[in-house]
Structure formats: C-alpha cells, structure tokens
C-alpha cells in the first residue's frame, strides 16, 4: 500500500523536449477555458478595484480594506467558513462511512446520495426560508418546544446568531463533503482491513494507522472545498440575517448592488482581498497534504 | 502520443467552431440617441421607431412594487412591442452596473431605462451613464423632483408607514415612539439592510426626525432611537419583507404605504395588513426614471418614459400600485385623478421630501454609525 | 500491489472470525437516523407552510398556482439541457486535467486548485458583469443573440462546476492507482485514449456521479447570472413566483426540492454499473 510517490520521470532533462511539451498540451484546454470564463473576469476585477470614486486609478481601495469594519468581516468570513468545513467535514464523513461502510442497505447510499445532491445547493432565500419555518419565531420546532413548556426564544437562543448561521450552512456543507469523499471511501481496499484484522488491529487501530492516513490528502482536500463554499456564500446569510453579519460577501453586495452606498471599487477591492484570502488558505492546504502524503510513506 | 495530440488539436478546434457559430449571431448597431423633446407630433414618429426596435429591456422593476405588472402590461398592450425584464431584484448599483458592462453591447443584457432612488440620478449623469430626455408632460413635474437639463425626473413617491399584521399584532402603533411600548417585544423590523436600503435607510433618519431633531442631528437621533429599540428587545435585526410580515416573522415593519397596501390585496387577508403613517417624523422617498445613454433601443426607451408620464401610466401607478404618481398635483388640478383612485392613497400632506444632499449628508452620518451604535454583538 | 488476502494461521491460533454482523450497524444507523432527521425536519415545516396558502385550513392552492403556468415545464426543461450540457463540459475539461496533473504535472498541481476554488471568490454578480463587458464587442461578440448568451452561460456554469468536478475526480483518481495502472496498461501496448476511456473512468464512475449531481443541482437552481444574461431559465422563474409572496415560495421550494431529487435519481440509474459476474 504504497502512496503516490514522486513519480520518477516528472519534469526533468531526462525526458525530451516533445513529451514535455505534450504534457503542457495536456492541460492547455483548461487554461484556455478557464482563462477566457473565470481568469478574464477576475482580472476585470483586479482592474476595477483600482477605480476610485473620482473615476481614476488609485490604491486607495486597498487603503479602505484596512479599516477595522473590513478586517473584522473578514474575520467573521473566515470564522464561519473554518466552522462549517470542520463540522461539516467531520459529520459529512461520519454520514458518509455509515452509508458506504457501516453495512446499511445499498437503498439508503443512493437515497442519500442522490438527495445530497439536491441538498448542496439548497441555499439562499429557500433555506434560509426552510430554516426559519423550523427554528424561527413561528417555527414548528419552536412551537414544539412551547408545547412542552419552554420558550426557545426567551431563554436566549436565536436561530440569528452566529451558531445559527453555522447550523443552517451545515445543511449544504454535510451533502457537500459526503458526495465528494463517497470516491474515496469506496477506494478503501476490504484487503488492508481483513490484514489488519489478521495482525491483530481493533477498528481504532485499523482506522488511526492504515485509513484515515490514506484517506487525510482526500478529506483535507474536501475539506477546503467545503471551507470556499462557505466563503463565497452571500445569499444564505443575508437571507437569515440581513446585514447584521457583515460578512465579506455582503460588504461587496452593499458597495455594488445596494441602494445605499455605491463605491464599487471598494467592493472589488474587497473581493481581491477574497482572492488572496482563498490562495493563502490553499498554500496551507498544499502544505497540509504534502507533510499528509508523506506518512504514507 | 501523436494521436492524443491529435485528439487535443481537434477538440481545441471543436471549441473554437462553438464560438464561432455564437459569433455568427445579429450584431444591432447601438446608436446613442441625441436629446430630443417630446411633443405631440413627433409622437407618431416615435411610436414607428419604437416600433421598429420591437423591445424595451427593463430592470428592477417588480411586478408588486408600485403595480409595475399592470404598467408593463399596458404598455405591451398599447404599443405591442416586447418587454425584456432583466433582474426585478437588482439595487440602484446593481442598475448602474448594468450599465457599466453593457455599454457597446447589442444584446438582450443592456437595460434601456433604470429606476433607481433619487441620490443615484446625479452619479449616474456624472458618469455618463444617461441621457436626456423631456417627456411630453415634463411641465407638470415639480422642479425639485427632476434634473433641469433632463437627464433624470421623478417618477412616483410615497411615505413611510408603520405596516403591521393583524394577525399578531393587536394594537397598531401610530407614531414611531410607540414602537418603544413592551407590547412589541421583538416584533419591530426594518424592510432592509440600512447599509444597502434606500427605504431602510430613510426610516433610521425619519425616527430621528420624529424625535424633534433637524437635519443632520436628526441621523444621529435616529441611531439612538434603533439602540434604544435594540436594548429594550423590541428590535429583529434582520430585513423585512411583504413575506416576513405575512408570516409574522417581523409583525411590524416600516415600509412604503404603497408595498403595505400591495401587501395587504395580496394576502387577501390571510391574514389581514393595516398599517400607520406616523405624523411626526413624516419621510417621503422619491424614485427617478433615466434612458441609458447606451440603450439599444432608445426609441422604445422614450416611448416608455411617454407612457410612463401620460395619464395612463400615472394612473396605473396610483391605480394599481398605490404609489403617488409625480404629476400627482397637477392630475388633482385638472380632474384627471378619479375619486376613487384618489381615496386608496394615503395623504402626503406635510411629508419631508428631502434633496439630494440632505440625504447624502444623513446617510454619511448613518452608515457610518450604525454598525457601533446598534452594533448587535457578533456571536 | 498484492496484500494478503487469506487468514493466516498466526501461532497456531486463528486470527478471530471477521466481525461482520458483530461489528454492529449501530454507530452507521444513528449516523443515518441524525442525518436524516437533520434534513427532513425543515423539509418537512416548508412542506407544512405550503400547505397553508388558504386562510384556516390546509390545502394545496398554492402548488396548483405553480403548475398551471406553462412556463414552469419550459423552463426547467431548458435549464436541464443547461445542465447536461455544463455537465460534458466540465467532465471534458476537468477528467483528462486531473489525470494530466496528478500523472504528469504535480508541480501544477495548486495552481490548478486554486483556479478551480475561484469561482467561490467571485461573487455572481462580478462574474457575469465581467463575462459581458468581455463578450459583448467585437471580435469576441457572443452576446448578441439568445442562442449566443446561451452558450456563454453554459460555459460560466461549466466554471461554477469546477471545484466540485475537480475535487471529486482527484478524489477517485487518488482511491486509484493511477501510476500503476496507467503503465500496466503501456506495457501492455494501450495509447493514451484506450487507458482513459477504457481503465481511468469506468473506475472512477462514482467520482463522476458524485461531480454530475453536484454540477446538475448548481445549474438548475443558478439565478443570478442567468438573470443579468437575460436567460428565461428555471431560476428566474422560481423567483418571479416567490417575490413578495408568502406561502407560495414554500411550494415552490418542496417542488423545486422534488424534482431535483426526481431527475438526480434519474442520472444516478443511468449511470449505475453494470452488474459484473463474480470472479
């Protein structure tokens, strides 16, 4: 059971011009679809955040991003996205090991599949909407617990605070990750836990040194993408709680979209500062899955 | 190895013949129209031109705000041409956005007209982004309602109310003190995000109006009075809507009285809508019409405007939208403005219509301040 | 790569029998039943609000409203040939560049994540204000027409799939061995077409399901690019249907909800393996 080494005919002199050239050419149609409908925007984005409000070219949006109300929503951007992929990965993986490993009917991995498939893009108004029939003030849940004596809502809990919006955004985290770690579950090979059975491994021993080390590059992978996900949402949160948290996104909704304020430079520089936030967070990533791939040797 | 790379050079093609055939498509020319008054002969010519263009592109127009479904509805019936409706729910930036991208572009994506709230129609001129244009009735609009040149007027009004559901509530409150009474603990929204509502944001300034204070001063009175409201728990920090109130999840909300009647006919009465207009602190808001100066049609565009300003398109706005149409003084003045149109408006008497700069000026003061005075802990 | 596959006797004592019913269901069924609980409950309150439309009883008024109106079939019909269409595009791209990277290129290898990861940084709105500034002059005019903002809009959805598809793919190529099996399959004379199409995705069909329901339930529900690209798709006409209105967006929600799920169940029967006879 061996990882992915470093492949040995990677990138060197040793192989000739052509076949380098043919890899490029492997992945050029990515770059070309990818540069002319996502890296084209993006650098529109870039430019523009360069606008000032005069109509010139300026820094000093990026000046304005340091003000204290943007880094705190930053903050708050990061808090909660950190939240979800870790509790969304964690349970997302439990659900997932219980449909693929844990011996339930074969009915219910589809069921849950397919439903998970629905269920992670279920966001914005209608969830925000199915959540407040639930937990809100005229919530069914809500109304249960009045039925049996206690009043949710005055003794302190709200469905608008930050745990609420995390219990909310977990509704599209947990199908997320399980749809996304299925492939790797099903990679576990039966043959490495019947030998490590035959040597006389428990499951937790079976699960600390053989799976969950083949399974970290995966789950941590899965991970950030649960963490982007939770980054980039907007709709969700301004739909259960306005602008009351001022998450980044809803900070560039203010300074594009509303009503009120219209600097939209500051909006696309705050945006840039999203971008840099992601490719930081994939750094760190990358470096996570390098120190993960080598414990497997 | 060749082969792959043959595959690769085909596919590339594939993809580049898709584009291709997308080119291929019509391509209008745009042409930016030269500012022309309307006048009652030149209406023929311009009803053919529009004609001819065959489309308005319109956005953020919904059909239940201020009975824009029934106004677009006379239009296309009027004039038979066709109606693009982009975003209904796209923000005055979002407006000017549009325009933004769209410039040069033939397509279905450009808006022709925009609506957007009065402190948008001077940025958007500066930027160039509209063009002028006198409509046949421009006389009969009050002066402080439109820009002199022509580039934007005002198009409808209305005053702010407390709307209530009946259904949860049981005592309308009347003025803005009286939402401060324990009765309305947790009950008491504002239609939007104060930071990115026009409406939202002209409550905050009107509840400090209600309290005595005058111009600036009464933005600042008017954060107080939403801490005060936050501290005794009477406060839900979260936007209203017609449904949050329908639903009673914000059982009291300050809005337009033209979205709480709307309201109201809506839910015919599951359950029943009533609604306040406070004296005290009486704030009128004054949305304005402007052409693209990038529209591609711009004949249709200033068909529209005609409509919009002809008695048909006012009364459609006070008819079926509730809303004080701009030529509302003057409609009363000649009798154009039947009784019973006239009897489902609330009055407006004595409402404050402030100018550009004073709302520029409050809402420095109030954007800069709400997020620590009402500052709701996060977490 | 071969592992043992047989007990072996170790010490003269046989390793115990292989706990399968022993090693309860217990911990998976709660899993299950939480999870499940967690998703119906607020199913299942929407579905009780929908329900609510008439005053004083309940009744399905407001799901009536919903399917009388013809553009409800047309559009979802067109947003679900969005959806395939994003869905070939995506895996065209995004297949052939996991395997390139994972085989050929590992130095690329965050570059290419970071690519994918953009589209949730850019917000709708920026993107779609930033596609048209892009394609609305000549010579890249694409614009112009319906049919051509179409094709532009798959194309955006095909980008919005990109983390998803990427992820799920690496996932299943890492479950594999790719390095072993592509050069078995060398050594064995097969070109670069033969080992993709006839080794790397018949093993990495759950990958791809797993990308095709995700990229098939963010085109169906996508709103805000649509909308600005003047596109009558499903989104738009879910929204024009809840726009200040009560008890009607709860209706549409279960409806939307029912058939995603319907057609997922679709996609997910088509593409289910064929059943292989054993040894």
């Known amino acids: 059971m061996k990882a992915e080494a470093q492949p040995s005919f990677v990138g060197g002199a040793t192989r000739p011009l052509r076949a380098r050239l043919a890899d490029w050419l492997g992945v050029l149609p990515f770059f070309l679809f990818s540069g002319l409908f996502l890296i084209g925007p993006t650098l529109i984005l870039a430019y523009r955040s360069l606008e000032n409000q005069a109509g010139g070219l300026s820094l000093e949006n990026y000046a304005n991003i340091g003000t204290p109300e943007v880094i705190q929503s930053y903050g708050l951007s990061i808090r909660i996205s950190l939240a979800t992929a870790l509790v969304g990965g964690i349970f997302g993986f439990l659900l997932a090991w219980a449909v693929s490993l844990g011996g339930l009917p074969s009915g219910f991995r589809s069921a849950l599949s397919t439903f998970s498939g629905v269920a992670s893009n279920f966001a914005g108004v209608p969830l925000a909407a199915a959540f407040i029939y639930t937990l809100g003030r005229i919530g069914i849940i809500t109304a249960l617990f009045e039925w049996l004596g206690v009043d949710l809502y005055d003794s302190g809990f709200t469905l608008y605070s930050f745990w609420g919006l995390v219990l909310v955004y977990l509704y599209f985290q947990f199908p997320l990750m399980l749809l996304v770690i299925l492939p790797s579950l099903d990679g576990l090979k039966r043959d490495w836990r019947e030998a490590a059975e035959n040597l006389g491994a428990t499951s937790g021993q079976y699960w600390r040194k053989v799976a969950l080390p083949v399974l970290m590059p995966s789950i941590l992978g899965t991970m950030i993408l649960l963490f982007g996900n939770a980054f980039g949402a907007h709709a969700t949160a301004y739909a259960l709680t306005g602008g009351v948290f001022p998450l980044a996104t809803i900070l560039i909704g203010r300074q594009i979209s509303g009503d009120v304020l219209h600097n939209p430079g500051l909006g696309y520089a705050v945006a840039m500062g999203m971008v840099i936030v992601m490719a930081i967070s994939i750094i760190i990533y990358s470096v996570l899955q390098r120190r993960s791939e080598r414990w497997l040797g | 190895m060749t082969r792959h790379l043959k595959r690769q050079l085909i596919s590339l093609l594939a993809v580049l013949a898709l584009l291709a055939v997308a080119c291929g498509g019509d391509t209008a020319v745009t042409t930016v129209a030269p500012v022309t008054t309307g006048a009652g002969g030149e209406m023929q010519g311009l009803i053919d031109a529009a004609k001819a263009e065959g489309t308005l592109s319109t956005i953020a127009l919904p059909h239940d705000w201020c009975g824009y479904g029934a106004v677009i509805e006379g239009f296309k019936a009027k004039y038979g041409l066709a109606v693009n409706e ?87 409150p009347q003025e803005y003190a009286d939402l401060l009474k324990p009765e309305y603990k947790g009950q008491v929204a504002l239609s939007g995000d104060p930071l990115a509502s026009n409406a939202a944001i002209l409550t905050v300034w009107a509840a400090g109006l209600a309290t005595g204070a005058t111009g600036e001063a009464a933005a600042q009175a008017g954060l107080e009075f939403f801490k005060q409201l936050n501290d005794a728990g009477n406060f839900v920090p979260i936007d209203g809507n017609s449904a949050s109130v329908g639903k009673g999840e914000t059982p009291v909300m300050i809005d337009w009285t033209y979205n709480a009647i709307a309201n109201d006919v809506n839910l015919a009465g599951n359950p029943d809508i009533e609604f306040a207009v406070p004296e005290a602190g009486k704030m009128a808001g004054l949305y304005v019409q402007a052409i693209s100066a990038y529209a591609p049609h711009p004949n249709a565009a200033k068909l529209w405007m005609e409509y919009l300003y002809s008695d048909e398109g006012q009364l459609l706005w006070a008819g079926k939208g509730f809303c004080h149409p701009i030529r509302f003084e003057a409609m009363v003045a000649a009798g154009t403005m039947p009784a019973d149109i006239l009897a489902q408006l609330p009055s407006s008497e004595g409402a404050f219509f402030p100018t550009v700069d004073e709302i520029n000026a409050a809402k420095k003061v109030v954007t800069e301040g709400w997020p620590t005075v009402v500052g709701v802990p996060v977490e | 790569m071969t592992v043992v596959t047989a007990p072996v006797a170790v010490g003269g004592k046989l390793p115990p029998a292989a706990p399968s019913a022993k090693r309860s269901r217990f911990w998976p069924s709660v899993f299950f039943i939480a999870g499940a609980l967690y998703f119906l409950t607020p199913l299942v309150a929407t579905g009780y609000w929908s329900l609510k439309a008439e005053k004083d009883k309940l009744g399905f008024e407001a799901y009536r409203r919903i399917f009388d109106d013809p553009e409800f079939a047309r559009s979802f019909l067109e947003s679900i040939v969005n959806a395939a269409a994003a869905i070939v595009l995506s895996l065209l791209i995004i297949v052939p560049t996991a395997y390139w990277v994972t085989l050929r290129i590992p130095r690329l290898r965050t570059v290419v994540e970071f690519i994918t990861l953009l589209p949730f940084v850019i917000p709708g709105v920026v993107l779609v204000f930033g596609l048209i500034r892009l394609y609305s002059r000549p010579p890249l005019l694409l614009t112009a027409t319906y049919g051509s903002s179409r094709v532009l809009l798959v194309c955006a959805y095909a980008c919005l799939s990109f983390p998803y598809m990427y992820r799920s793919v690496d996932n299943g190529l890492r479950a594999l061995n790719v390095r072993s099996l592509t050069e078995a399959a060398q050594s064995l004379g097969a070109g670069w077409a033969t080992i993709i199409t006839r080794i790397i995705l018949p093993n990495l069909r759950v990958a791809l399901l797993s990308g095709a329901l995700l990229t098939f339930a963010i085109v169906i529900g996508e709103l805000t690019i649509a909308l600005y690209m003047a596109q009558r798709t499903f989104g738009p006409f879910m929204a024009d249907l809840v726009r200040n209105k009560v008890y009607e967006p709860a209706a549409v929600a279960i409806v939307a909800f029912a058939l995603t799920w319907a057609a997922m169940g679709v996609i997910a029967w088509l593409t289910r393996a064929r059943k292989t006879v054993a040894r």
């Open chain 2, 86 to 172: 982009l975003n209904p729910d796209a923000g005055s930036g979002d407006e000017l956005e549009a325009i933004r991208a769209n410039k040069g572009n033939p397509g279905p994506q450009a808006p022709d007209v925009i609506d957007v709230g009065v402190a948008f129609g001077p940025t958007a001129q500066e930027e160039g982004l509209i063009q002028a244009y006198k409509v046949a009735t421009w006389d009969e609009i009050p002066d402080d309602a439109k820009e002199a040149t022509g580039y934007w007027y005002g198009d409808y009004y209305g005053v702010l109310a407390l709307e209530v559901n009946k259904a949860e509530v049981a005592n309308t």
